[in-house]
């Protein structure tokens, strides 16, 4: 069970970065993607919602994130635009692996992804 990210960097504020988590190694569904910044507590940016129907995002990224998945490639994205410098944090991806009879939260490593002003 691995659940590996890329994509994050640094950039300027306004820039865009595409992060990326890839999973292998079992029955998997994406749950969503968070963050923790310096100092507080991690939070969620955007995940799916039961069933995989529907989004939420968190109000301070809504209309400048994406969350995505491509299901051939077994691969959730997370497209930020308009990037702003309190977007800084590393940012985790999340999924849920079934084994007969469980379900098991998996996180990935975390990328860390900085916005300088």
């Known amino acids: 069970v691995q659940l590996v990210e890329s994509g994050g960097g640094l950039v300027q504020a306004g820039g865009s970065l595409r992060l990326s988590c890839a999973a292998s190694?079992?029955?998997?569904?994406?749950k969503g993607w968070y963050r923790q910044a310096l100092g507080k507590q991690r939070e969620l940016v955007a995940a799916?919602?039961?069933?995989?129907?529907?989004?939420n995002y968190a109000d301070s990224v809504k209309g400048r994130f994406t969350i995505s998945t491509d299901t051939r490639q077994n691969t959730m994205h997370l497209q930020m635009n308009s990037l702003k410098p309190e977007d800084t944090a590393v940012y985790y991806c999340?999924?849920?692996?079934?084994?007969?009879?469980?379900?098991?939260?998996?996180w990935g490593q975390g990328t860390q992804v900085t916005v300088s002003s």
């Open positions: 999340k999924a849920v692996f079934y084994r007969v009879g469980t379900a098991s939260d998996y």
């Open positions: 799916f919602t039961s069933g995989g129907g529907s989004t």
């Open positions: 190694g079992g029955t998997f569904s994406f």
